[in-house]
């Protein structure tokens, strides 16, 4: 009867053995399938959109999802939801330093400082509260005050490799480029995977034509930031500013699988294909520039070139009139070179080397706006 009883047991309890191990597969199925952030954020949004709908007078629920709608790059919408958070709640200083940081985002620097300065009055003392005063302060060009605001940021966070990256760009704009250098160098010694101080750095040494120095510091940054597309295309203006060529077009090509918008590199490399004369490929690379930068003079006057260099004399016209339209550079070449295109018996001489595009680093927080693209600063730099 035991036997009976023993083996009656160990089936049972193979058969919730088996049950359990069939609800842990099941779970496991489930567990492996992959949710995005994406698709985090989205729920999270609708969450917030229902609370909303059952208690529209609470700030919190607008400030959360504002957060939400920064997460997925809807600036206007984060902007809205700030300033309705600020009209319910306007003693809550959370919500007036984040409405001065989508401000900041959105380029209205002048709000931004007045929400910034609200926060402070309600009595924050935050180390991104200063850190984003004095990133304000530095585009409006108030340099004393920018680092008395990012000085005071470094007391409340000594270790912040924000603080340090901002004095440097501080001290670049205002022409010490001995401080920037040794500002940006102590922000990389509180994050050495700070990519933008790595980029900032190499930019000054480009500037000073110490291009091995430069190289230093952007193999370094590529070491601990492989995925950061402006340390190879700066990595590509230094080799080319020293005749490696090669090299050069290698790293803006990893720039670019990096990020393909990257506008500058496609302008570069553009440049080496024109002054090879290899106009079909200078063709299509300035054509990707004029897309991404439909204000771009000099690349439509390149383009230009190149297709009147293949022929296409009609979309060459299209392109010097473009240069005309925009007033910027190259105004009087574009203009000869229609007059050129309209003679019935023309023949395009062989243009002289295009300018490089300067150096560059990622869209920096101090520039409220896209850089434009100049030419590389060198001794006798030669126009088309």
Same mark, same amino acid.
């Given at each position: 009867?035991?036997?009976?009883?023993?083996?009656? /047991?160990?089936?049972?309890?193979?058969?919730?053995?088996?049950?359990?191990?069939?609800?842990?597969?099941?779970?496991?199925?489930?567990?492996?399938?992959?949710?995005?952030?994406?698709?985090?954020? #989205?729920?999270?949004?609708?969450?917030?959109?229902?609370?909303?709908?059952?208690?529209?007078?609470?700030?919190?629920?607008?400030?959360?999802?504002?957060?939400?709608?920064?997460? @997925?790059?809807?600036?206007?919408?984060?902007?809205?939801?700030?300033?309705?958070?600020?009209?319910?709640?306007?003693?809550?200083?959370?919500?007036?330093?984040?409405?001065?940081?989508?401000?900041?985002?959105?380029?209205?620097?002048?709000?931004?400082? &007045?929400?910034?300065?609200?926060?402070?009055?309600?009595?924050?003392?935050?180390?991104?509260?200063?850190?984003?005063?004095?990133?304000?302060?530095?585009?409006? &060009?108030? +340099?004393?005050?920018?680092?008395?605001?990012?000085?005071?940021?470094?007391?409340?966070?000594?270790?912040?490799?924000?603080?340090?990256? +901002?004095?440097?760009?501080?001290?670049?704009?205002?022409?010490?480029?001995?401080?920037?250098?040794?500002?940006?160098?102590?922000?990389?010694?509180?994050?050495?995977? +700070?990519?933008?101080?790595?980029?900032?750095?190499?930019?000054?040494?480009?500037?000073?034509?110490?291009?091995?120095? #430069?190289?230093?510091?952007?193999?370094?940054?590529?070491?601990?930031?492989?995925?950061?597309?402006?340390?190879?295309?700066?990595?590509?203006?230094?080799?080319?500013?020293?005749?490696?060529?090669?090299?050069?077009?290698?790293? +803006?090509?990893?720039?670019?699988?990096?990020?393909?918008?990257?506008?500058?590199? /496609?302008?570069?490399?553009?440049?080496?294909?024109?002054?090879?004369?290899?106009?079909?490929? #200078?063709?299509?690379?300035?054509? @990707?520039?004029?897309?991404?930068?439909?204000?771009?003079?000099?690349?439509?006057?390149?383009?230009?070139?190149?297709?009147?260099?293949?022929?296409?004399?009609?979309?060459?016209?299209?392109?010097?009139?473009?240069?005309?339209?925009?007033?910027?550079?190259?105004?009087?070449?574009?203009?000869? #070179?229609?007059? /050129?295109?309209?003679?019935?018996?023309?023949?395009?001489?062989?243009?002289?080397?295009?300018?490089?595009?300067?150096?560059?680093?990622?869209?920096?927080?101090? @520039?409220?706006?896209?850089?434009?693209?100049?030419?590389?600063?060198?001794?006798?730099?030669?126009?088309?």
């Amino acid at each position: 009867m035991k036997g009976g009883l023993h083996h009656v /047991w160990i089936c049972l309890l193979t058969g919730l053995l088996l049950a359990c191990q069939g609800r842990t597969d099941q779970a496991e199925r489930i567990r492996d399938v992959p949710v995005t952030d994406e698709e985090k954020v #989205a729920a999270r949004l609708r969450a917030m959109n229902d609370a909303i709908a059952r208690n529209p007078d609470e700030a919190e629920y607008y400030f959360r999802r504002a957060d939400l709608y920064r997460q @997925k790059g809807q600036d206007d919408q984060a902007l809205t939801d700030l300033q309705s958070a600020v009209r319910l709640d306007s003693n809550e200083a959370r919500y007036h330093l984040a409405l001065a940081q989508q401000y900041r985002t959105q380029a209205d620097i002048r709000k931004g400082m &007045r929400a910034a300065r609200k926060a402070e009055s309600l009595g924050m003392e935050a180390p991104e509260l200063y850190f984003t005063l004095g990133e304000m302060y530095l585009i409006v &060009r108030e +340099y004393q005050q920018a680092l008395d605001a990012l000085n005071q940021g470094l007391r409340l966070s000594p270790f912040s490799p924000q603080g340090y990256y +901002y004095k440097g760009l501080v001290y670049a704009e205002s022409g010490d480029t001995a401080l920037a250098i040794s500002s940006l160098q102590t922000a990389l010694e509180q994050d050495v995977a +700070y990519a933008e101080a790595y980029n900032s750095i190499s930019k000054l040494l480009l500037a000073r034509e110490q291009y091995r120095d #430069a190289l230093l510091y952007l193999n370094a940054g590529t070491r601990f930031t492989p995925d950061d597309p402006f340390l190879y295309y700066n990595k590509g203006v230094a080799y080319k500013a020293t005749d490696q060529l090669d090299s050069a077009r290698q790293n +803006y090509e990893r720039a670019l699988s990096i990020d393909s918008t990257l506008h500058l590199a /496609w302008y570069n490399l553009g440049a080496m294909d024109l002054n090879d004369r290899n106009y079909a490929e #200078a063709a299509s690379k300035f054509e @990707k520039v004029v897309n991404l930068q439909p204000e771009e003079a000099r690349a439509h006057y390149f383009l230009a070139l190149a297709l009147r260099r293949l022929g296409r004399k009609e979309q060459a016209a299209t392109h010097f009139s473009q240069v005309l339209a925009l007033q910027k550079e190259y105004v009087p070449e574009a203009t000869q #070179a229609l007059k /050129w295109l309209r003679q019935p018996a023309y023949t395009p001489s062989q243009p002289k080397p295009a300018p490089e595009a300067i150096s560059t680093t990622k869209p920096e927080p101090a @520039k409220p706006t896209t850089p434009k693209l100049a030419p590389v600063a060198e001794k006798n730099p030669s126009e088309l």
